[in-house]
């Protein structure tokens, strides 16, 4: 099975920028999926980027494009989030999730981290 471990989360101040770190253990190919969803008080959580191994083609979300940019290391199976201008708005709690398929949708995903906690202060 899939294990998904999240780091980089932290508290940074508005326009300041985060990398969130995400290594997976366990993965084969068939798991052609890694990707980022974030979860805000009281909202639905909510697709950010996704990355595919297989033609490593990146996917982001309107919200951040320009802003957020997704990034693999195959060498270690991590996947990484740089995130630049950041506002108190981008404030969640970021999960990595990993599944066969590319989607918007959460339960498109079978597998996921923890989530690492993301706060931006103005």
């Known amino acids: 099975q899939v294990h998904l471990e999240e780091s980089g989360g932290g508290l940074v101040q508005a326009g300041g920028s985060l990398r969130l770190s995400c290594v997976a253990s366990?993965?084969?190919?068939?798991?052609?999926?890694m990707g980022w969803f974030r979860e805000a008080a009281g909202k639905e959580r909510e697709f950010v980027a996704a990355?595919?191994?297989?033609?490593?083609?990146?996917f982001s979300d309107d919200s951040v494009k320009g802003r957020f940019t997704i990034s693999a290391d195959s060498t270690s199976d991590t996947v990484y989030l740089q995130m630049n201008s950041l506002s108190p708005d981008d404030t969640a709690v970021y999960y990595c999730?990993?599944?066969?398929?590319?989607?918007?949708?959460?339960?498109?995903?079978?597998?996921w981290g923890q989530g690492t906690q993301v706060t931006v202060y103005s």
């Open positions: 990355y595919r191994w297989s033609d490593l083609e990146i």
């Open positions: 999730a990993a599944g066969d398929y590319v989607t918007w949708f959460a339960e498109g995903y079978e597998y």
């Open positions: 366990g993965r084969t190919g068939s798991t052609d999926i």
